[in-house]
């Protein structure tokens, strides 16, 4: 099994940056890929930014070029750098991981973006 706990929502600005972070209860080596999903209000949930255990990164095409996914092996972390928020990314943000075939979701972490 693996645990995921994300932090770092919050509410920001449009424009605004930050940084969320997702610790995994095992060694990401062992991990076959991880993620980040969003939901928003009142929609479902979507994928954001996948990252394979060797490294490929596919992007939802609202986030491409704003958004980074980042690996810490070291830490077990998975990051998701968010940069130049729009009030349309507000929303639920999960952590996602594929673990012999078997999908595991952290708690969630909001994110408000608004003036």
């Known amino acids: 099994q693996v645990q995921l706990v994300e932090s770092g929502g919050g509410s920001v600005q449009p424009g605004g940056s930050l940084r969320l972070s997702c610790v995994a209860s095992?060694?990401?080596?062992?991990?076959?890929?991880m993620g980040w999903y969003r939901q928003p209000p009142g929609k479902q949930r979507e994928s954001v930014a996948v990252?394979?255990?060797?490294?490929?990164?596919n992007y939802a095409d609202s986030v491409k070029g704003r958004f980074t996914i980042s690996t810490d092996n070291a830490k077990n972390t998975v990051y998701l750098q968010m940069n130049s928020l729009k009030p349309e990314d507000t929303g639920v943000y999960y952590c996602n991981a594929l673990y012999y075939l078997t999908d595991y979701w952290g708690q969630g972490t909001r994110v408000t973006v608004s003036s």
């Open positions: 095992r060694s990401i080596y062992s991990i076959s890929t």
């Open positions: 990252m394979s255990g060797g490294g490929l990164t």
